[in-house]
């Protein structure tokens, strides 16, 4: 009665929560506030201003864009732009021109205007046909939803001018609205993709067991742990993002899979509907407390990585599976003993016959597999760490779509902050930091995969000395910091390179490149390295990589010491532990396969998965040592007696997981659909190796019976 008590009142408390939740909206989620990265990042802000940007881009549909029509919409765009929220600017080519303010269009205002590619080259193409305005923002730390609010003002506003004009195309980009798509997805998954699981899962359970009440029941304790867990995350302060918004599915299999084992238990027991609960839940207790321990330190392991809505994807997900573990044992006998539910489950297996296979082939199943584990680490060895933030988003979206359209036509949305600092005080007539300053530029400019190199160099008369030079920054020392390319007290400076395109790998290549250039051609400036969205979300990859896997392996020995404290036996413990290992590895090899690279999301995936399909070995190997221990059992009839008891579970659980799983290959947010296509490989590979690795492994010697096992 006190167990059920708790759970109502943690049910209301979650229900409570739910009503506060929030979604994250900053790609600064992703990252922890005590990296040195963040913190680097975190200064540069603070000295130079904000780095948030939206691009809004206008392309003429055919020829160029320097007709008066279209330079009059630009003008009018420019002036709308001036009302977004927590504005900080707005640039275009029309910047401090006299025609943005007077609206009087001089025969002149064209070539001026074409010039303008040259000081700003990311504002106008090469061919005239698109020209693009940054409007910079400010996220108020008191404001969680600033982002949205200025992405939803530039998306209205390139809607209101495409209904004005037909023979103009309006685009948007940059990492406002990246992080707009962020939360918008986010949404978009929860109303779509949450509710869809639910029922398919809620068809198949009913299928399987060919009953409607019991697809109830199992979806409706599932639904329970569900909001105990999402209330109570928010309650803690805990933002839901597009990864840690998978915890409600991640969530819901589990319950489901943990119910299954129940309900089969149950199926298979005689007497009354009381005892058969009776004997079905005892029967499965200790394993699925077992399995859910093991699930839960495996998402427990997810704060190795540097990653918070990856530690918040484990945290909610860890309480959840508490959470479902306390419904399996007080809530769902309680509900079963209100009244018998009549159900049969559908798939039925000859297991003896199954076995008798195995044991036949037992040596040819064991050399298949050691070759395969061969192959597998061969291949997984070959494996690339890196990624693209902006292939986290499908072709098929909006912001992935338009930004294509933008870094193709305009300018791209990866780029490198770099911090330079003069060696000598400024002015010093000696000093040749700016024509170096200006080199530096113009070197890297040369770079075909390169856009545009911002810095004060536009400004700098070379010919003239650096008191001239300094005097020039001086008189312009409010717009240059305006725009960021120099900091309050005019002893720093940024220069800003913008790529056409870049990869995780590219990024940390360049800013190496970079820094080798400063320390190897000048002698007057002091190089603070390379900042920005770019090089943060490059770095992440790898350390969250090197993270995880120190977690993995702590988690390999925390299962070990449980494992053998719950089997009491070693072997059966090692082997369990091998079993449920090397289907990663699989799964990490057919990666390999089909696309060669690992990014951010496939790094948690071994610790996910491994936290996940240890349940069914547990079940397996739990009743297989019940009943080795029986005198004069074999082997082969301990794994018959296990099959009949544990198998069917292992397949219903698996079709549940896929099935779960296979909901996330439908997201608009690839970094979870990533991560479902290698965790349901992970699941199958898993199912074979329980159904047909694992028993070939345990009859190696048929002829070991009670106690020589």
């Known amino acids: 009665m006190k ?34 990265d963040m913190q680097s990042f975190t200064k540069m802000e603070n000295e130079f201003g904000s780095s948030d940007s939206a691009i809004f881009v206008i392309s003429s549909v055919s020829g160029t864009l320097f007709e008066e029509p279209n330079i009059s919409i630009l003008r009018e765009v420019h002036l709308h732009l001036l009302a977004t929220p927590n504005l900080v600017s707005v640039t275009s080519i029309l910047s401090n021109h006299p025609y943005l303010e007077s609206n009087d269009f001089s025969a002149g205002l064209i070539e001026q205007l074409t010039n303008a590619k040259q000081s700003t080259p990311s504002l106008l193409n090469s061919t005239l046909t698109s020209t693009g305005l940054e409007v910079r923002i400010v996220m108020p730390k008191d404001n969680p939803n600033a982002v949205i609010e200025s992405a939803n003002f530039i998306k209205e506003t390139a809607a209101i001018f495409s209904k004005k004009d037909t023979n103009l195309r309006f685009d948007t980009s940059g990492i406002v609205m990246m992080n707009d798509a962020f939360a918008y997805h986010l949404i978009d998954d929860l109303i779509k993709l949450v509710p869809a699981s639910n029922a398919i899962l809620f068809l198949i359970t009913a299928w399987l ?87 839960l330190i495996g998402f427990l392991s997810l704060n190795w990585t540097d990653t918070p809505p990856y530690q918040d994807l484990g945290n909610i997900t860890a309480f959840g599976v508490a959470i479902v573990l306390l419904i ?4 769902l006998p309680w509900i079963l003993a209100y009244k018998p539910i009549k159900f049969e489950s559908r798939l039925k297996f000859n297991w003896v016959s199954y076995l008798q296979w195995i044991e036949r082939f037992r040596k040819p199943i064991l050399i298949i597999s050691l070759v395969l584990m061969t192959i597998s680490t061969i291949l997984v060895s070959r494996l690339e760490v890196n990624d693209k933030f902006t292939d986290w988003f499908s072709s098929k979206t909006e912001f ?3 930004a294509d359209f933008v870094s193709e036509n305009l300018t791209g949305i990866y780029s490198i902050d770099f911090i330079l600092e003069p060696k000598h005080e400024l002015p010093n007539e000696n000093s040749n930091f700016f024509v170096q300053l200006s080199d530096v530029a113009a070197h890297f400019k040369k770079f075909d995969n390169v856009w545009e190199v911002r810095s004060i160099h536009s400004i700098i008369n070379k010919d003239h000395g650096a008191t001239q030079s300094y005097n020039q920054i001086k008189s312009n020392f409010e717009i240059l910091h305006a725009k960021g390319l120099i900091d309050q007290s005019g002893k720093r400076f940024k220069m800003s390179i913008i790529f056409k395109d870049a990869d995780s790998k590219y990024i940390q290549s360049f800013n190496t490149k970079f820094h080798q250039y400063i320390m190897e051609n000048t002698d007057t400036m002091v190089f603070h390295g390379g900042h920005g969205p770019s090089v943060l979300f490059a770095n992440i990859v790898k350390r969250n990589i090197n993270n995880m896997m120190l977690g993995v392996i702590i988690m390999l020995i925390t299962l070990s010491f449980l494992f053998s404290f719950y089997f009491k036996n070693l072997k059966l413990g090692a082997i369990a532990l091998l079993t449920n290992v090397l289907p990663i590895l699989i799964a990490f090899a057919c990666w390999t396969i089909l696309y060669q690279q690992v990014g951010l999301a496939v790094s948690i995936v071994a610790a996910c998965s491994l936290g996940i399909i240890v349940d069914d070995t547990t079940h397996f190997l739990f009743h297989y040592q019940e009943h080795l221990n029986k005198q004069n059992t074999t082997k082969l009839q301990a794994l018959v007696v296990s099959f009949n008891l544990a198998g069917q579970a292992i397949i219903y659980t698996s079709i549940a997981l896929v099935t779960g799983f296979s909901v996330f290959m439908f997201s608009d947010f690839l970094l979870n659909t990533t991560f479902a296509s290698l965790t349901i490989i992970t699941f199958i590979s898993a199912l074979v190796f329980d159904l047909l690795v694992l028993p070939a492994v345990l009859l190696i010697n048929t002829k070991e019976v009670n106690n020589d096992h």
């Open 400 to 402: 992935k779509h338009q």
């Open 209 to 295: 067991f060919r009953s409607v009440f019991v697809a109830g029941i199992v979806l409706g304790v599932a639904g329970v742990s569900n909001i105990i867990a999402l209330g109570m995350a928010t309650l803690v302060g805990i933002q839901l993002t597009p990864p840690s918004g998978m915890s409600l599915i991640v969530i819901l299999t589990i319950s489901i899979a943990c119910s299954f084992h129940t309900f089969l238990a149950i199926e298979q027991q005689k007497g009354s509907w009381l005892q058969r609960i009776e004997l079905g839940t005892s029967l499965t207790a200790k394993p699925i407390l077992f399995g859910c321990l093991t699930t």
């Open 3 to 36: 167990s059920r008590l708790l759970l109502l009142v943690l049910l209301i408390v979650g229900l409570w929560g739910l009503k506060d939740i929030g979604i994250a909206s900053d790609y600064r989620v992703f990252f922890g506030k005590d990296t040195t």
């Open 328 to 331: 399996n044992f007080v809530l």
